[in-house]
């Protein structure tokens, strides 16, 4: 089991940068497939952006596409979401996830552990 711990999110206007993080803890961290997905209220949880374990691909929603960049570093557990050129339709709650697949997954299914979220708001 590993475990998931998200943070770096907050409040931030629109044209802004905020950068989010998660930390794993249990099982080996080099060994998952990590991605972020985010959800509004009254929405699915939708994929964000992903890189795999195995060959470090990435892989990211049309929507952030030039915008968010996904990074990990092993020795420290910890994997990256840059987000820049922020939106306000980039306001949500956004989880860090991991999945034993070798590809990027973007079905929520496909993940076997969740942090427990990160608020970001962005103001226009």
């Known amino acids: 089991q590993v475990q998931l711990v998200e943070s770096g999110g907050g409040l931030v206007q629109a044209g802004g940068s905020l950068r989010l993080s998660c930390t794993a803890s249990?099982?080996?961290?080099?060994?998952?497939?990590m991605g972020w997905f985010r959800q509004v209220q009254g929405k699915e949880r939708e994929f964000v952006s992903g890189?795999?374990?195995?060959?470090?691909?990435?892989n990211s929603a049309d929507s952030v596409k030039g915008r968010f960049t996904i990074f990990r570093d092993n020795a420290k557990n910890t994997v990256y979401l840059q987000m820049n050129s922020l939106k306000p339709e980039d306001t949500a709650v956004y989880y860090c996830?991991?999945?034993?697949?070798?590809?990027?997954?973007?079905?929520?299914?496909?993940?076997?552990?969740w942090g427990q979220g990160t608020q970001v708001t962005v103001s226009s």
């Open positions: 890189v795999s374990w195995f060959d470090g691909s990435t």
């Open positions: 249990g099982r080996t961290f080099s060994r998952f497939t």
């Open positions: 996830a991991a999945s034993s697949q070798v590809l990027v997954p973007t079905f929520t299914l496909r993940y076997d552990a």
